[in-house]
């Protein structure tokens, strides 16, 4: 039985974790459960689950939690604050843990669990992107391991010979038969808008994904394609693929969820319907396999399936990104903070779509660090990051 501790348990990625662990409850038990201050579904959680240890970042939502606990008589222990966060992340006990907190509130309790040696379930990809070199040299001194949620890098993996699928990171794609990866994306919602229509695009339709069911903060990063950028980077860490080594294609219909192209000329893809239980119950499950709760493909009511190259013009997001992560660590934990706030402030009606780019462009092409030697180093980045690109929404016509 393997013993988890989901990171972001109130989320998506969290819930459909919690769904295939009660479809086998003789194969998972959950150790641990952490959020932010969604009491409502972590008490629901506690009931079901029973977890020895919840952690909530915000106080206050800890606070009432453990009142609740209390009078409902469950004896799930409750933890508040970062430092509790990352001990939970990090416990003995842990035999895997689900990185699933969305952006860069996940990167200290994730990189507590690899220097645990720990088994990372990654669903948060802003830690690998942020902190990529210190977070792949982490996981080889400390003997951790990776599997990606992530659907695109999920189907990478499923479909990669067992000497890559045991070395992320570090083993040589063309050493082991591998032309280039390719990543798919539906272009999410607006992809056929014509972008004279993008500024006026609401954060209810950014957020009515076609396909998937998915938070508010990547609903928005696929529209803008951003979220594809991010992916980009994170096949580069995970998969030490060069720059020739990708590339990117938008498939509307989401079913072909990535693809590895081999010298031979054979081309291997990972297919299934639209449903993250799928990737997360491989990761779960892996080297096994087990039924996840999704349905089954049924190719014979897809009449066509088509791929097209992506639009930087339309999409400026997804080329701001691949442009970063050349151009080194810091201009990817730059890009990643201003993305975070621009994206906040159009879910917030502050700011208009077609703004997020250039929002984020001024803010990487105005800044200027150093490549980051640490973990401190990168928050500090972020930190900076996140207060400039807020004083620039304050003070413009954004």
Request: include cysteine.
């Amino acid at each position: 039985m393997k013993k988890i501790t989901i990171l972001g348990s109130t989320g998506s990625i969290g819930r459909n974790t919690l769904a295939i662990v009660k479809k086998h409850p003789d194969l998972f038990k959950i150790i641990g459960l952490i959020a932010n201050k969604n009491v409502s579904i972590m008490l629901q959680q506690c009931e079901c689950f029973s977890p020895d240890w919840v952690g909530m970042s915000d106080k206050k939502s800890a606070d009432i939690l453990r009142i609740t606990l209390k009078e409902k008589k469950i004896k799930t222990q409750v933890l508040s604050g970062s430092k509790e966060i990352c001990a939970l992340a990090s416990l003995e006990e842990n035999d895997c843990i689900v990185s699933a907190i969305v952006g860069m509130a996940g990167l200290l309790p994730t990189l507590s669990a690899i220097y645990a040696g720990k088994t990372i379930l990654l669903a948060n990809k802003e830690s690998l992107i942020t902190c990529g070199d210190i977070f792949m040299r982490a996981l080889s001194s400390n003997q951790a391991k990776i599997i990606p949620i992530d659907s695109e890098h999920n189907a990478i993996f499923q479909v990669l010979p067992p000497l890559l699928q045991n070395n992320l990171g570090k083993a040589n794609l063309k050493k082991n038969g591998i032309k280039s990866i390719v990543l798919t994306g539906s272009g999410g919602p607006l992809y056929h808008l014509k972008k004279e229509d993008l500024p006026f695009v609401t954060p209810e339709q950014t957020c009515n994904h076609p396909n998937w069911s998915m938070g508010d903060k990547i609903s928005v990063d696929s529209s803008t394609m951003m979220n594809k950028g991010l992916e980009y980077a994170e096949a580069r860490w995970l998969f030490n693929a060069s720059e020739n080594e990708i590339d990117i294609l938008v498939h509307p219909q989401s079913v072909i969820h990535s693809m590895v192209e081999y010298i031979d000329g054979s081309v291997l893809a990972q297919l299934s319907l639209p449903d993250m239980k799928v990737a997360i119950s491989y990761a779960m499950a892996f080297p096994k396999r087990v039924l996840s709760g999704a349905d089954f493909l049924n190719l014979k009511k897809f009449k066509c399936l088509n791929f097209f190259e992506p639009d930087f013009i339309q999409f400026p997001c997804l080329k701001l990104a691949i442009d970063a992560f050349s151009s080194g660590q810091s201009a990817m934990t730059v890009l990643n903070a201003a993305n975070e706030i621009s994206v906040s402030a159009f879910l917030n009606s502050r700011i208009r779509f077609n703004k997020i780019a250039e929002i984020n462009s001024d803010i990487l092409t105005s800044s200027s660090f150093p490549k980051p030697k640490s973990v401190e180093e990168i928050v500090e980045i972020d930190k900076k990051t996140r207060i400039k690109t807020e004083k620039k929404i304050l003070s413009s016509s954004y």
